[in-house]
T-cell receptor, first 114, second 111 residues
């Protein structure tokens, strides 16, 4: 069974440019998460989806970040415009609803903003 | 506000030794406490988890000890192996939602 797939794995952009990350969760997983992981830190939740509904986006900086999960499957996280401080790894995870919190993570998308 | 505090930041253990990583939490509503393991360039993967109705859970060489009154839990890795070298994160959540992670412990097992 395929795991959570993310792309691109690496992205280098100039500040003020836009960037988008894509995530394909494990088939059948209703819940999808985007986490931010800064170097040497634990993941921090940006947004959580239940099917196509964003049920927790309280930590998403909405002035520059946006996310969508069309049809309740794939998801895209966008940053526009990117700032130097956005350099980090963006992790996507999925889980079955009612799974007691077990998250399955993708390998992440590493963003470098120059 | 750091809801889950993890220590130490890094740990070096000899092969065959015991690795111990500690976590403390503040929110008494947390009811699920997992440990995740992350290798370089990979996403975190669930290692073992516990709920507050038990004080200990063991899976192979990995054991979680849980102290509800002290609001602390720890991961013990018995017979540590070089392949265990990774970053370990404790985490906590309420009702399986919004998992909050600690800052991580970098474990190196020397052969």
């Amino acid at each position: 069974e395929a795991g959570v797939v993310q792309s691109p794995r690496y992205k280098i952009i100039e500040k003020k440019q836009p960037v988008a990350f894509w995530c394909n969760p494990i088939s059948g997983h209703n819940t999808l998460y985007w986490y931010l992981q800064n170097l040497g830190q634990g993941p921090e939740l940006l947004i959580r989806y239940e099917n196509e509904e964003a049920v927790d986006d309280s930590q998403l900086p909405k002035d520059r970040f946006s996310a969508e999960r069309l049809k309740g499957v794939d998801s895209t996280l966008k940053i526009q415009p990117a700032e130097l401080g956005d350099s980090a790894v963006y992790l996507c995870a999925s889980s079955l609803r009612g799974s007691d919190g077990e998250l399955f993570f993708g390998e992440g998308s590493r963003l470098t903003v120059l | 506000q750091q809801q889950v505090k993890q220590s130490p930041q890094s740990l070096i253990v000899q092969k065959g030794g015991i690795s111990i990583i500690n976590c403390a939490y503040e929110n008494t509503a947390f009811d699920y406490f997992p440990w995740y393991q992350q290798f370089p360039g990979k996403g975190p993967a669930l290692l073992i988890a516990i709920r507050p109705d038990v004080s200990e859970k063991k899976e192979g060489r990995f054991t979680i000890s849980f102290n509800k009154s002290a609001k602390q839990f720890s991961l013990h890795i018995m017979d540590s192996q070089p392949g265990d070298s990774a970053t370990y994160f404790c985490a906590a959540s309420k009702n399986g939602n919004k998992l909050v992670f600690g800052a991580g412990t970098i474990l190196r097992v020397k052969s």
